[in-house]
Structures are given as C-alpha cells and as structure tokens.
C-alpha cells in the first residue's frame, strides 16, 4: 500500500514539471518571434498604404525581408535546438580558417569593443556548420558581456580548438551547467535582453554534428565557449 | 488645430523604431528621436525635451526599467509609456508600481496612438 500513493505523487508532480517547462518553452518562443511577427505585420500594412512613397517602400521593404529572415533563422533554431535533423545544413566538408571567419562575423555587428585574435587553425566540416556554430558563440559573446571579448585558436593532433573568452555578464555558478540547455536563460540575460535561450544549445548541436563539441565554463570573471573541431 | 506631440522613441530593434517613426507620423505625431537604449534615450530626452516617449523595456545596455526612473526625474512633464513585446507578471508589477501605461507591440498603431494623445492632452 505504501508504494502506490508515492508512485501517483510521483507522476503528479512530473506532470507539473513537464507542464511548466511547455509554458515555459511557449512563453520565451512567443517572445521571440512576438517583435519580428509583429513588425512584419506593420511593415505590410505601411506597404500597402503607402503606394505613391517610393522612399518609405524601399525602408519597409528592406525591413520586411531582414525580419522575414529572423523569423526564418527562429525556426531554424528551434529545430536543431530541438534535435530535429531535418534542419542541420547539407554541404561538402572543407577547410575553414576559424580566426578569419570569427573576425568577419564580429565586423557585421559593428560592437565599439573591438575582438582579440590570436593563433590560428582550420577546421575540416560542412562550412554551414562550422560557421554556425562559431556565430552562435560569438552571438552570445556579443550580446551578453560587458567587457573584452577575446578569441583563441589552436590546432593540435587532427583537431581545432577556438576559446571564445569574454568578460562579464556572467551566469551563477548554479546556472553554468544549464547554459547549453535548450531554453535556459540565466538572470543576468533575461534582464539584459530577449532571447529564446537556445543560441549555445544550437552551437554545441552544430560542434557535435560536425564530430565537435562546445564545453562553456566560467574562471574568475570571464566566460569562455570552447569549440573544438574535426581539423 | 490639434498639437503636434512630439515623440522620442526608444528600442534596440533599428526596424521597430523606423516602423514606429512612420506609423506615428501617419498618425499626425512628429517624431523628433530615436534611441537605440535607455541611456541615449535619457541623454536625448533632456536635449530634446519631447512631450512623450515611447519605451521598449529589454534592451542591452540601459534597459527601460532602468531608464524609466531617471526619465521622471529629468523630464517630469513628459508623458512616458512602456512598449514592449511581452509582458510578464514582472513586468505589469513593475510597470504598475512605476504608474507607467503599459502596452504590448502590436501591427496596429491606433492604441499607442490613442494613449499617448490621452497622456499629453490630459
């Protein structure tokens, strides 16, 4: 008798779990796409209303395909954060010098602090991949960190490693182990910005797709993403 | 002849301030500044002394709620009201504490508009 009773309490409670994480889930994925979708819908009607505007119609225009594209980048995002193959990118393997690729990806966000590169190495994958998953990393470098934001790279026995070190906006040691977890998002970053919680959880599936991993730890005052890589 | 209420804008997203400026203007508003965080908009707001601004709340940088406060202090005849995407049990407390109006983004500019004529004019 004594069994049953824990067994039904048991499963209750992993029922509110399970429910909290789906409203949770719905919750940051409805943040997400709310300002893109909604932006969209203005940009269309704006469109439709101004016919004789040439000038606004090429703004609008502009803004209808960058947010049409994040809405697709979203999606993207939460299939592979969702371990849904179908949206892993399909191409050649090739060799791609992370230390050029990570400087190109942090010139297109015009951040003030500027990006410590040192070292260098190739790594051998599906450029899509690589590419992806190195954005990812310094996405959150980028939005997340108060400080310098640095890259290593170093080539050693058949593999790359890239250590992306940045400086502040840290997540509490309780929160290190989550970071990769689909949908976390610590309390310094759903103060600081929106976010579904699921750019390093899309980088590490990328790192592993391509033989590769993202470990995130944290020492003293700097966070650091390692990416390593088939080379 | 009705006013011309001139509007600062406030939010990281470049597009939601170019959509916001157009909407706005359509809607008889004159839109005198964009800020892309909380610390251009207070900076912006003591130079340009608008008659109300619109506040996005999550933004890197300064954020909304931190710059609410500092915008009643600096302007404290400007009319303020917080935009935002979602708002959350944090945020509608927040916001109610802080006695700022609070209304979700929406395609549909009429609202916003309707407030802020109702905050300025009153």
């Keep these: ?25 719905v919750n940051v994925v409805g943040h997400a796409l709310r300002t893109p979708v909604t932006t969209l819908c203005g940009m269309a009607d ?43 990118p399909v191409a050649e393997s090739a060799d791609i010098d992370l230390a050029a690729r990570a400087r190109d990806v942090w010139d297109g966000y015009g951040d003030a602090r500027s990006l410590a590169i040192t070292g260098e190495g190739r790594a051998h994958a599906a450029p899509p991949v690589v590419e992806g998953a190195l954005t990812k990393l310094l996405d959150n470098a980028h939005r997340y960190s108060d ?39 610590g309390e310094h970053a759903v103060m600081r910005c929106p976010g579904l919680g699921i750019g390093l959880t899309v980088a590490r599936a990328l790192a592993q797709h391509a033989g590769g991993d993202v470990v995130i730890t944290v020492t003293g005052d700097r966070f650091i993403a390692t990416l390593d890589l088939p080379s | 002849m009705m006013k011309v209420i001139r509007v600062v804008v406030v939010d990281d997203e470049r597009d939601v301030r170019t959509l916001l400026r157009l909407q706005l203007e359509s809607a008889g508003f004159s839109v005198v500044g964009e800020a892309a965080d909380g610390a251009e908009a207070i900076t912006m707001c003591k130079d340009l002394e608008p008659d109300a601004a619109v506040v996005d709340l999550l933004m ?24 935002t995407a979602v708002a959350g049990d944090f945020v509608r407390a927040e916001m109610a504490r802080l006695r700022i109006p609070l209304l979700l983004k929406s395609g549909d500019p009429s609202t916003l508009a309707l407030k802020l004529r109702e905050l300025v004019e009153d």
């Design chain 1, 147 to 185: 400080g310098a934001v640095a890259v290593a790279v170093h080539a050693d026995n058949g593999r790359v490693v890239a250590e992306i070190t940045s400086v502040g906006g840290l997540p509490s040691e309780a929160e290190i182990p989550l970071c990769t977890e689909a949908f976390f998002r």
């Design chain 1, 46 to 88: 704006e469109l439709a209303r101004r016919a004789d505007d040439p000038e606004a119609r090429a703004v609008l225009a502009d803004g209808v395909r960058r947010n049409a594209r994040i809405v697709e980048q979203l999606l993207d995002d939460l299939l592979l954060a969702s371990d849904v193959s179908t949206a892993l």
């Design chain 2, 60 to 83: 890197p940088g300064t954020t909304g709620f931190e710059a609410i406060p500092e915008l009643r202090r600096t302007n404290p005849t400007m009319a303020i009201v917080a935009y």
């Design chain 1, 1 to 25: 008798m004594s069994g049953a009773p824990r067994l039904g309490f048991a499963l209750v409670r992993t029922e509110a779990e399970l429910d909290a994480i789906r409203r949770r889930v």
